[in-house]
């Protein structure tokens, strides 16, 4: 990871303070905040939820807050969020007037409430074509200087970031299914599986939140012939 602590170093020599976008269980997220923690004097975490009060994404906070006493965590409405609400999406309660955000917009949110400039993101060059195009405008494929943003995973892989979790002994990231992490679809089946069945409290907030994510279950568990029940 040297690459990434040549970036986080530099950050550190402009602030001693910096804003690191984490997903709580995530094995990007989980790496970056502890390659970042011994080069800054307090670090704020953000979590974007799509449903709020998550029990098995809370564990992940909890144990971050012990493991890191210089971080702290703050909650905001994931900006995909905000298109959910203004289209009433799965049966949420729909404003239409709802503003529309990006993750840009979000961060400038949190630079206003904290007083943070720079902030931290858990992006790679191989999670996407366009993530790859964008990284590699900017300053050593990591830094971009005009807007204070800094992505330290830009050159590295998935293999990369879990060897290197594995290395240290840091807690395993979270999957939903054959490898799935939710993202921002509260109708992934993978999740709400997980919920139904480890976290039967989540998956009733979830639906309270997204009343049409319980049929789309019900039908799945119902009609899809590839499921398998167990009987």
Same mark, same amino acid.
């Given at each position: 990871m040297r690459l990434a602590i040549e970036c986080i170093r530099q950050i550190a020599s402009k602030s001693d303070k910096v804003i690191l976008f984490h997903s709580a269980t995530g094995k990007d997220s989980i790496a970056l905040l502890d390659l970042c923690y011994p080069y800054f004097n307090e670090i704020v975490c953000v979590y974007m939820y799509m449903v709020e009060g998550l029990e098995h994404i809370d564990k992940y906070i909890i144990w971050v807050k012990q493991k890191y006493p210089k971080a702290r965590f703050?909650?905001?409405?994931?900006?995909?969020? =905000?298109? !959910?609400? &203004? @289209?009433? +999406?799965? #049966? /949420? $309660? %729909?404003?239409?007037?709802?503003?529309?955000? *990006?993750?840009? @917009?979000? =961060?400038?949110?949190?630079r206003a409430m904290t007083g943070?400039?720079? +902030?931290? !993101?858990?992006?790679? %060059? =191989? @999670?996407?074509?366009? *993530? /790859?195009?964008?990284?590699?405008?900017? &300053?050593?494929?990591?830094?971009? $200087? +005009?807007?204070?943003? +800094?992505?330290?995973?830009?050159?590295?892989?998935?293999? @990369?970031? $879990?060897?290197?979790? &594995?290395?240290k002994r840091l807690i395993p990231s979270l &999957?939903? #299914?054959?490898?799935?992490? %939710?993202?921002?679809?509260v109708s992934n089946i993978p999740f709400l599986l997980f919920c139904r069945d480890k976290y039967p409290q989540d998956l009733e907030r979830v639906i309270a939140r997204f009343p049409e994510v319980e049929k789309i279950l019900f039908d799945y568990l119902n009609y899809d012939p590839k499921y398998d029940q167990g009987d």
């Open positions: 703050i909650s905001v409405p994931h900006y995909a969020l =905000t298109q !959910y609400i &203004k @289209d009433g +999406a799965f #049966g /949420c $309660e %729909q404003d239409p007037k709802q503003r529309i955000k *990006r993750l840009s @917009d979000i =961060t400038e949110d949190v943070i400039d720079w +902030a931290i !993101y858990g992006f790679k %060059q =191989t @999670d996407s074509l366009n *993530r /790859c195009i964008m990284l590699r405008t900017y &300053k050593e494929q990591m830094i971009n $200087e +005009a807007t204070r943003k +800094a992505y330290p995973l830009s050159h590295y892989t998935n293999k @990369d970031v $879990e060897a290197y979790i &594995k290395h &999957k939903y #299914g054959n490898g799935q992490s %939710q993202g921002t679809d």
